[in-house]
């Protein structure tokens, strides 16, 4: 028997449709496709779909992973708390993922992915297999520690934790 939809307060959906609105202008501000996103997220192209309606069944990790995803954070407050601004100097960008990567960014993966025309972006599966694919010829001395980050980021999201 499949399990009911939980009930949500009348006070809560409202929260979840904006939460879903943001999540969804987000990613298109980024310029991010819903596949691209949901990979990142580790969740399916539907799943995403739902969190973009705010819908209420979906799990708190699928929303949680969407969120880091996207480069935004998770925050709670207490009715009557003021918002607080997140300190930037304590923000680690390491901890998360792009939603998609920006071959301008990335000389060394930008020089490894050569045979890729029409786009400047790539997923990060897509990333991730030319710079393996493509490791003999990764030049480990010129790499910035960006590109350093993002290359072990990719290997730690996808299991695969050989660190350079």
């Not at 310029?31 to 995403?48: M, P, Q």
């Not at 400047?120 to 980050?149: C, F, G, W």
């Amino acid at each position: 028997m499949p399990a009911t939809n939980p009930q949500s307060s009348p006070s809560s959906r409202p929260t979840l449709q904006a939460l879903g609105h943001h999540i969804r202008a987000r990613r298109k501000s980024l310029g991010a496709s819903a596949t691209a996103t949901a990979e990142a997220a580790g969740i399916s192209r539907v799943t995403l779909h739902r969190i973009e309606k705010g819908e209420p069944s979906v799990t708190i990790g699928a929303w949680a992973n969407t969120l880091a995803a996207l480069g935004l954070e998770w925050q709670t407050r207490l009715p009557g708390d003021t918002p607080q601004t997140p300190d930037p100097a304590t923000h680690n960008p390491a901890h998360w993922l792009p939603v998609c990567v920006q071959l301008s960014d990335y000389p060394q993966l930008k020089a490894l992915a050569w045979q890729v025309h029409g786009t400047p972006t790539l997923t990060l599966v897509e990333a991730l297999d030319i710079y393996e694919r493509n490791a003999r010829h990764l030049d480990m001395q010129a790499m910035s520690e960006k590109e350093r980050a993002l290359l072990n980021a990719l290997r730690t999201a996808f299991g695969r934790n050989s660190h350079v």
